[in-house]
């Protein structure tokens, strides 16, 4: 029997959360949501407290992404000491962040920096590196109440974790019972050559998923085997978390500061009613 909690991500609305965003939890709530992340950086700033309160009051489950300004040198997997250093101290604040908010999950690619990609294997060195450092940060979230999930992202993003199995080595190398996964099924177009056999290799590390098509537009019609991805989730996560995620490319949004170029979310209430009827419809079609 499953038990998922579906949701969507700020990024279908806005780029920005501010104090003026409550009313999207009014707008999740009323879509049938019922899970929401909230993106963070050294460029947000908002009060936790309302924030909080309505997501509580909604029964909103809230998640924390680092999605907005992360400084290039706050690197965990760095050979730089220093930049661990203020890497492990803007993760540490960001939790701290989450935790104020009660969101239940800190979830990102924190074992490196996005966008930072070198053009080469990884190197042992790098690993040993970014155990040392998640065992830490997972250790600090567990005390907070806020686990700790990173994402897989494709070669586009990072050179360090890309797939299922190096999520799954990662935190075998790391050791600690308070970090887990999330995968994203546009990386996974990518990186993955079976949806299932990924979904499966996670067990019991599993979180979630991030879900959108393969042109990262609303689930369905797309190259994403979703009946693969229900029948495998019920298997190893019945309580997985499925939260739509992509960018606002409407006339206001800002989709193509994000390198997206077709308008795959003009409008995001729309996004999430016909994101969720398909989604549903799949979890229950695979279920007969």
């Not at 101290?89 to 966008?115: C, D, F, K, M």
């Amino acid at each position: 029997m499953t038990n998922y909690k579906y949701g969507a991500h700020q990024f279908l609305w806005i780029e920005h959360w501010t104090d003026n965003c409550l009313h999207i939890l009014d707008q999740v709530h009323a879509l049938g949501a019922d899970c929401f992340e909230i993106s963070l950086g050294d460029d947000i700033e908002f009060n936790p407290i309302p924030v909080r309160r309505k997501a509580e009051e909604l029964g909103i489950e809230l998640t924390i992404g680092p999605g907005n300004f992360w400084p290039m040198e706050c690197d965990i997997s760095s050979e730089i000491e220093l930049n661990q250093q203020l890497g492990m101290a803007w993760h540490r604040q960001i939790i701290r962040r989450a935790s104020e908010l009660g969101a239940v999950a800190y979830n990102g690619a924190t074992y490196g920096h996005p966008g930072n990609i070198l053009r080469q294997p990884r190197q042992t060195a790098e690993l040993v590196r970014i155990a040392r450092n998640l065992y830490l940060l997972a250790d600090f979230a567990r005390g907070l109440n806020v686990k700790l999930v990173i994402e897989p992202m494709s070669r586009f993003r990072t050179h360090l974790v890309h797939t299922a199995k190096d999520a799954v080595d990662l935190i075998d190398w790391v050791g600690h019972p308070n970090l887990y996964i999330n995968l994203d099924t546009y990386h996974m177009i990518t990186e993955e050559r079976d949806y299932a056999k990924a979904i499966k290799t996670c067990g019991n590390a599993l979180w979630g998923i991030h879900a959108c098509e393969s042109d990262r537009g609303v689930p369905g019609g797309g190259l994403v085997p979703w009946d693969d991805v229900f029948r495998s989730l019920a298997e190893v996560c019945p309580n997985a978390r499925i939260l739509m995620e992509t960018y606002n490319t409407g006339i206001d949004g800002f989709g193509i500061t994000r390198g997206i170029f077709k308008n795959v979310c003009p409008d995001a209430s729309d996004f999430v009613r016909e994101g969720l009827g398909f989604l549903k419809q799949k979890e229950s079609s695979v279920q007969q």
